[in-house]
């Protein structure tokens, strides 16, 4: 029941033409299988599909949706996507080489693909423990004007939607992994509480994107995971790529009757499927997809997907991320932006500025990224230095601030921003700060009078003057 997301900024129809071209396809070996349960987890369930070549997946395990809708539910399956879901092994099918293969075929408007769902619908974390959700997945490896309207997904929906369909996003719908015309990106979403508007901002839920770390989601499998942790309170609900954290929602930021709604009943069923065309698609495109460039017969690889639950006793730490050292980061260190462990409403690009890498972009109010145990030390920080570009229209403009512990926090700094002469025309600015010392939480938050995005940030530091 997923529909149109937040539309795209500044560069999408630039980025989807420079897109590159199609590369080989990664099989997994045969002899490979779900990752060994870690250390204070228990396994759930899992299917790692291995089987021979050309056989459904186990039907013990998935349930095979067909046709343009379930039974007495909405048309195309509530996102305007035209395919038709069949159980045809030419659309679903192992490939002998412990992956699951769903495969759109098509042109035009007249498309075959598959979509399945987990016969269990009660994937849920008990009470003080903390529920993982992983799959390991290749992405369609298609790009360009090639893949537009391809729209491959992994995850999953509120237990009550099977047989009503009519009481979505209220059950709740958890977006793990989604993409769009082959951009280089993963999308993870939380719909909730009702349609439209609500506190989820329905349609496009509540969400953000990232690119997938090293090799590009479509020309390498990669490790899409979801969190439901029930051992803090106020409950999390995290999003990872590879181990690293991108997006997370707090028990706190919903009402009490819209948690309720999507966490009391009796858990979620998990979805792998392929669209064509539909509100996503379209809405980044800017235009209907798929198109008579779209190309057939690219699929999408699925390795395994497992469930596991955290043990009894004294929970395990959320999934470790590489840019979070246990000893923390030294505030006085060129902390690089990209190096966050949260973040909301914005997005990685290549940089060109020099030393190369990578820089959070399309960043407008509201935006935010957070940093884990910043280290200031004993001597107090009063001076805080960002690296920022700028290409925003005239007149747009923005303050970057920092603030301590929470991101509703008093900021300590802050300076504002406006165009610098292009989005990589870099300038470094030095902002005064209140004295700090010690080891906190940090987030840089991004606010503007206009709706714009006003900057793009490569890195920061603090110095004691």
Known sequence: MRVLHSPWRRSMVALLAATAAVAALAVRPADASVPATPSG???????????????????????????????????????????????????????????????????????????????????????????????????????????????????????????????????????????????????????????????????????????????????????????????????????????????????????????????????????????????????VAGFSTPTSATVSGRPMLVDYVAVWQSGGGSNPSPSATPSNPPGGVDARSTIQAEAYQAQSGTQLETTQDSGGGQNVAYIGNGDWLRYDKVNFGSTAARQFRARVASGAAAGVSG??????????????GDFAVGNTGGWQSWQTIPANIAGVTGTHTLYITFSSGQPADFVNLNWFTFATS
């Open 41 to 283: 987890w228990s396994l759930v369930w899992s299917d790692d599909f291995n089987g021979s070549s050309g056989s459904l997946p186990s039907s013990s395990n998935w349930i095979i949706d067909t046709g343009h809708a379930y039974p007495g539910g909405p048309g195309n399956w509530g996102t305007g996507e035209i395919q038709n879901y069949t159980a045809d092994p030419a659309n679903l099918s192992l490939d002998g080489g412990g992956n699951l293969r769903i495969t759109p075929i098509g042109s035009g408007s007249n498309w075959t693909s598959a979509r399945i769902e987990t016969r269990r619908s009660d994937f849920k974390p008990a009470d003080g423990r903390v529920l993982r959700i992983e799959g390991r997945i290749q992405m369609p490896n298609v790009t360009g004007n090639a893949a537009l309207g391809y729209w491959p997904a992994f995850w999953a929906l509120g237990s009550p939607y099977r047989g009503n369909y009519q009481n979505w996003p209220s059950i709740g719908e958890l977006d793990i992994m989604e993409n769009v015309n082959g951009l280089n990106s993963v999308w993870g979403t939380l719909h909730c509480g009702v349609n439209p508007g609500g506190p989820c901002n329905e349609t496009n839920g509540l969400g953000t994107s990232r690119a997938c770390p090293g090799s590009s989601c479509q020309s390498a499998f990669h490790t899409y995971r979801f969190e439901w942790d029930r051992s803090v309170s106020p409950n999390q609900l995290r999003w990872y790529v590879d181990g690293q954290q991108f997006f997370s929602v707090s028990q706190s930021q919903l009402d009490a009757t819209t948690w309720s709604n999507m966490t009391s009943h009796a858990g979620y069923f998990l979805l792998l499927n392929v669209a064509i065309g539909g509100g996503f698609p379209n809405g």
């Open 399 to 412: 303050l970057i601030q920092v603030r301590l512990d929470s991101p509703t926090a008093t900021p300590i």
